[in-house]
């Protein structure tokens, strides 16, 4: 199955910005994927979601317009670029993927349900 690493965590101030990057070992076309983070004490939450062809996208509502998650073009790999970081923002942020045959209709929102889960990538916002 397809393994994901995540890169681009990084500390920044308040109004930073930072793109996080998920490389996956096989071709993502036909794999539902998202975002999640767990901050310090909390349990994980869902960040965003875009659906197999990568032309549809969901977000939480906390990070609505500030963020933006999109597949690479080649299919082996997904982004999320984060604007306005609030320290509310400060996390471990995962990538997840679940395969078509799995999640069929329900790529949307955080109605699926992850079958792969990358290392994870820290992100700290200081005010």
């Known amino acids: 199955q397809v393994q994901l690493e995540e890169s681009g965590g990084d500390s920044v101030q308040t109004g930073g910005s930072l793109t996080l990057a998920c490389k996956a070992s096989?071709?993502?076309?036909?794999?539902?994927m998202g975002w999640f983070r767990r901050a310090p004490g909390k349990e994980r939450e869902w960040v965003a979601t875009?659906?197999?062809?990568?032309?549809?996208?969901w977000y939480a509502g906390s990070v609505r317009g500030r963020f933006t998650v999109s597949k690479d073009v080649d299919k082996f790999g997904q982004r999320l670029q984060m604007t306005n970081l609030r320290p509310e923002d400060t996390a471990m942020y995962y990538c997840?993927?679940?395969?078509?045959?799995?999640?069929?209709?329900?790529?949307?929102?955080?109605?699926?349900?992850?079958?792969?889960w990358g290392q994870g990538t820290q992100v700290t916002v200081s005010s």
């Open positions: 997840a993927a679940a395969p078509m045959f799995r999640t069929g209709p329900q790529c949307h929102h955080d109605q699926w349900d992850p079958k792969v």
């Open positions: 096989l071709f993502i076309g036909e794999y539902c």
């Open positions: 875009i659906d197999y062809d990568g032309r549809a996208t």
